[in-house]
């Protein structure tokens, strides 16, 4: 159980272009989707908290017209980079927490590679 | 501001060695502290997890240490395996935070 999927697993779009990144609560049910941004050889940056039928809460230095964030769902959060550039390029990895449970716990998607050319 | 951090970068083990991975924090807040697990290319996984009113957990091959008074969390891992290679990451939580954040990161290697 417990299982978060991405889609795509991998994406190399060209400057200028959008990319739509899925991430889906295949089992359970999430009121709360986080979406990391990771560069090489560095830890997880938290960019947004998504919330389900609400608008999502950025972090401080995350452009929030540039990082479309949708939640439209109990199971699924999209994030859109807009007029993608090459300093894009970075794993990106959603986590979702399960509606169901009390506490912390966060199920990590496997991360969708992007490059930006 | 507030943050998790690590105090090695590195760390390299022989193949059934034991293995400590250390981390401090200093957001006083937190309440909940985890370790993950990252192979290259892939997702976090997590391995095991600690709350504040507790000092140790142990899992499988696995033992977690916390000292709020020093505000140090610690990763043991017993009989260290080639496969036990990867990034591990601590990550700390606060009550009132709705989010987890995440320390630096260690790279452990075994050497068979």
């Known amino acids: 159980g417990a299982v978060v999927s991405q889609h795509p697993s991998w994406v190399i779009c060209k400057s200028g272009t959008s990319v739509k990144i899925e991430c889906r609560s295949l089992?359970?049910?999430?009121?709360?989707m986080f979406w990391y941004r990771q560069f090489p050889k560095q830890s997880l940056m938290l960019m947004a908290t998504?919330?389900?039928?609400?608008?999502?809460?950025?972090e401080q230095g995350v452009e929030k017209d540039k990082f479309l964030i949708n939640h439209a769902s109990l199971t699924l959060s999209t994030l859109t980079v807009t007029s993608a550039h090459p300093e894009d390029s970075s794993f990106y990895i959603c986590?979702?927490?399960?509606?169901?449970?009390?506490?912390?716990?966060?199920?990590f998607g496997p991360g969708t590679r992007l490059t930006v050319t | 501001g507030e943050s998790v951090g690590l105090h090695l970068p590195t760390l390299s083990v022989q193949e059934g060695d034991n293995s400590i991975i250390n981390c401090a924090y200093s957001?006083?807040?937190?309440?909940?502290f985890i370790w993950y697990k990252q192979e290259s290319g892939k997702g976090p996984q997590f391995i095991i997890d600690?709350?504040?009113?507790?000092d140790k957990r142990q899992g499988q091959r696995v033992t977690v240490l916390l000292n709020k008074t020093v505000k140090h969390l610690s990763l043991q891992i017993a009989a260290t395996q080639p496969g036990d290679s990867a990034v591990y990451f601590c990550?700390?939580?606060?009550?009132?935070?709705?989010?987890?954040?995440f320390g630096a990161g260690t790279r452990l290697t075994v050497k068979p």
């Open positions: 600690i709350r504040s009113n507790m």
């Open positions: 957001n006083s807040a937190s309440d909940y």
């Open positions: 998504s919330n389900e039928g609400s608008k999502a809460t950025y």
């Open positions: 986590s979702a927490r399960d509606v169901g449970l009390a506490g912390y716990e966060q199920y």
């Open positions: 089992d359970f049910q999430a009121t709360t």
């Open positions: 990550a700390e939580n606060a009550y009132n935070n709705n989010d987890m954040r």
